[in-house]
């Protein structure tokens, strides 16, 4: 099964609105990932949260990262069109059973954004 | 060049055929994955090579999928006896580290069994 999966599995807005998707995952992590992915081809490296941080920023995009739930939000702020794309949370994992090295993604959250 | 390069970029074949689909990763990056994703889900894990060595093929669906990176650097994903549910894109990503580190994609072969 996979580890982490995102909710909404769909979000639309208007632009200029804020974004907001989350990450719940099983097992122990040392960090987790986010990336974006336009058109269904290669995936973009949005962001790297290391479990003993809580919040990290870049650009218009804000993570936060709760151990304690076994979860993560990305926030995109002030929307635009060009912000249409699927978006993956990606963690490791440290639980037993677990590869140290591999990257488990979820489904995905599938942003639109209308002009 | 500086990305990780996948080839082909688009493959269509028969069923019952082999194929062969190269991944060539960022240089120096010891970490290299395979993921296959079909439209709308996420990326499947396939197999995770540290080096030249699999550490982890337990996402291999079948033994009609294989996978080496004999030098530790270029991968080769090879698939036998292909079937229409093979049909999928095929992701390959590397990263300096494995997981603690960011993963870089390529963009993929997109396999068409008919």
């Known amino acids: 099964s996979q580890q982490g999966e995102e909710d909404p599995q769909a979000l639309s807005i208007q632009e200029g609105e804020n974004a907001t998707m989350n990450c719940s995952y099983k097992t122990s992590i040392n960090n987790l990932q986010w990336y974006r992915q336009n058109s269904g081809r290669g995936l973009v490296h949005l962001i790297l949260i290391r479990s003993n941080e809580r919040e990290k920023h870049s650009g218009r995009l804000r993570v936060t990262l709760d151990t304690s739930k076994k979860s993560s939000s990305l926030l995109i702020t002030a929307s635009r069109a060009a912000d249409t794309a699927s978006y993956f949370c990606?963690?490791?994992?440290?639980?037993?059973?677990?590869?140290?090295?591999?990257?488990?993604f979820g489904r995905g959250t599938q942003l639109t954004v209308w002009p | 060049g500086a990305g990780v390069s996948q080839t082909p970029s688009n493959k269509v074949t028969e069923k019952g055929k082999y194929v062969e689909l190269r991944c060539d990763p960022i240089?120096?990056?010891?970490?290299l994955y395979w993921y296959r994703q079909s439209l709308g889900q996420g990326p499947e894990f396939l197999i995770y090579?540290?080096?030249?060595?699999?550490?982890?093929d337990s996402g291999l669906p079948n033994d009609r999928f294989f996978a080496v990176r004999p030098e530790g650097s270029v991968s080769t994903l090879k698939i036998q006896r292909t079937e229409r549910g093979d049909s999928a894109v095929y992701l390959c990503?590397?990263?300096?580290?494995?997981?603690?580190?960011?993963?870089?994609f390529g963009q993929g072969t997109r396999l068409t069994v008919v």
């Open positions: 240089s120096g990056h010891t970490a």
């Open positions: 990503a590397s990263s300096f580290q494995g997981a603690s580190t960011e993963a870089f």
């Open positions: 090579f540290q080096g030249t060595g699999a550490a982890d």
């Open positions: 990606a963690t490791d994992a440290t639980g037993r059973g677990s590869t140290l090295g591999r990257l488990y």
